[in-house]
T-cell receptor, first 116, second 113 residues
Framework: AQKITQTQPGMFVQEKEAVTLDCTYDTSDQSYGLFWYKQPSSGEMIFLIYQGSYDEQNATEGRYSLNFQKARKSANLVISASQLGDSAMYFCAMRDPGAGSYQLTFGKGTKLSVIP | ETGVTQTPRHLVMGMTNKKSLKCEQHLGHNAMYWYKQSAKKPLELMFVYSLEERVENNSVPSRFSPECPNSSHLFLHLHTLQPEDSALYLC????????????FGSGTRLTVV
């Protein structure tokens, strides 16, 4: 079963507007971590933001914020004031120690295109 | 530079060649990973090393052979690859602690001809 689901293969947003990228996850554990990464065309995976399952506040990092709804098992990324440089693939990922593994499990990604 | 350095950035090799991918980190992380990223597929975990011991091997064909000589270096040795092995190979490292995130390298884009 897929543990991380990103339902939007591609998204368009006008420059300077906000955009929300969806992510839902599946785990039976109480302790886990959720991550968002950005991958430009150069290939590098850039860490954006982290949310721990016990964090009561939504994580924020500059223009990035994570809309964490634990009961719904969703961890949507909100990018405010989009810039042309935000055009990239965005991946949601989860680290689930209860799975007995070190690995991060990634979704299939969302390709964001920012329109001038 | 992210703190994780991968070389080479691009590699073209024939199916009978032997080559190696190199990954290096000096972040004090104690776990290192190889991921494969093919077009239109989620990232696939290949190997995990923790404290220089391989702790996971996700049914990767034997034509891929990892090596972790110390906590700062990770290699992926390649031999007799197939065209379907063409992909972006990403190395990552993570600090101690179960919920630590990864730092990725820039990847090696491999083409098998």
């Amino acid at each position: 079963a897929q543990k991380i689901t990103q339902t939007q293969p591609g998204m368009f947003v006008q420059e300077k507007e906000a955009v929300t990228l969806d992510c839902t996850y599946d785990t039976s554990d109480q302790s886990y971590g959720l991550f968002w990464y950005k991958q430009p065309s150069s290939g590098e995976m850039i860490f954006l933001i982290y949310q721990g399952s016990y964090d009561e506040q939504n994580a924020t990092e500059g223009r990035y914020s994570l809309n964490f709804q634990k009961a719904r098992k969703s961890a949507n990324l909100v990018i405010s004031a989009s810039q042309l440089g935000d055009s990239a693939m965005y991946f949601c990922a989860m680290r689930d120690p209860g799975a007995g593994s070190y690995q991060l499990t990634f979704g299939k990604g969302t390709k964001l295109s920012v329109i001038p | 530079e992210t703190g994780v350095t991968q070389t080479p950035r691009h590699l073209v090799m024939g199916m009978t060649n032997k080559k190696s991918l190199k990954c290096e980190q000096h972040l004090g992380h104690n776990a290192m990973y190889w991921y494969k990223q093919s077009a239109k597929k989620p990232l696939e975990l290949m190997f995990v090393y923790s404290l220089e011991e391989r702790v996971e091997n996700n049914s990767v064909p034997s034509r891929f052979s990892p090596e972790c000589p110390n906590s700062s270096h990770l290699f992926l040795h390649l031999h007799t690859l197939q065209p379907e092995d063409s992909a972006l190979y990403l190395c990552a490292s993570s600090p101690p602690g179960e919920l630590g995130g990864y730092t990725f390298g820039s990847g090696t884009r491999l083409t098998v001809v």
